[in-house]
């Protein structure tokens, strides 16, 4: 029971971490937009790969980040408060948005590709440096528990449940938009925001926290 409910608490916490920095809300303009010249049956196809690029490049990072962290010696506080800073200055960009993050010029090569599914959908649409930050710091956690394969997986099906919800939603794109209009699909991403904003401020407190206790076991050490 523990087992399963732990099991649960890894796969939920990875929905909960990620979710809110791929908010799938905020690519609803970009999807509808850059797929304006596409059949339905097309927009479904494209939108469908990116989630599955999303997925791999995602689990790439989530596999590859112990190695990252060791060959540039990077520590995990220093990667948490990194993150935390990251996740926090998008999710400022969220609930105040400036100029939109992708041009004119680039909207308008992105409508006249014939494949939009990696780019500009999956990276940088849904996987971003956010979630990409968020998942290197989730393998570096799991480095210090007692069931690293185990919770590697469970992080995955995290992440895969995370691509799913965001295919559900932009293929619900025209219908979401019709039915909350700009200024609701902005108030849900403004949330988004406020959350993304809350986890990257933990991932600093969290941060800081280990180093204060590294410095405090050092200091009372005789």
Do not use: W
Request: hydrophobic share 55%.
């Amino acid at each position: 029971m523990d087992s399963s409910i732990q099991a649960l608490s890894y796969v939920f916490s990875t929905v909960v971490a990620l979710l809110p920095i791929v908010n799938p809300f905020s690519t609803i303009g970009l999807g509808i937009s850059i797929t304006t010249n596409l059949t339905e049956a097309e927009r479904a196809a494209q939108i469908r790969r990116a989630c599955i690029y999303m997925f791999f490049i995602l689990v790439a990072f989530l596999v590859a980040g112990s190695l990252i962290m060791g060959f540039f010696g990077i520590s995990i506080p220093g990667l948490r408060i990194a993150g935390g800073l990251v996740v926090s200055y998008l999710g400022f960009r969220m609930l105040f948005p400036g100029p939109p993050t992708i041009t004119g010029q680039e909207r308008s090569e992105a409508i006249q590709k014939a494949d939009v599914s990696f780019t500009p959908l999956a990276m940088p649409g849904l996987s971003g440096p956010g979630s990409i930050a968020v998942v290197i710091g989730l393998s570096s956690t799991l480095q210090e528990s007692s069931y690293v394969v185990i919770g590697h997986l469970l992080v995955a099906v995290g992440i895969a449940i995370t691509a799913l919800i965001s295919f559900v939603v932009l293929r619900a794109a025209t219908r979401l938009q019709r039915i909350l209009g700009t200024t609701g699909i902005d108030a849900v991403s403004r949330i988004m925001g406020f959350l993304l904003i809350c986890i990257g401020v933990q991932f600093v407190i969290n941060g800081v926290l280990e180093i204060a206790g590294s410095f405090q076991a050092i200091t009372a050490a005789p």
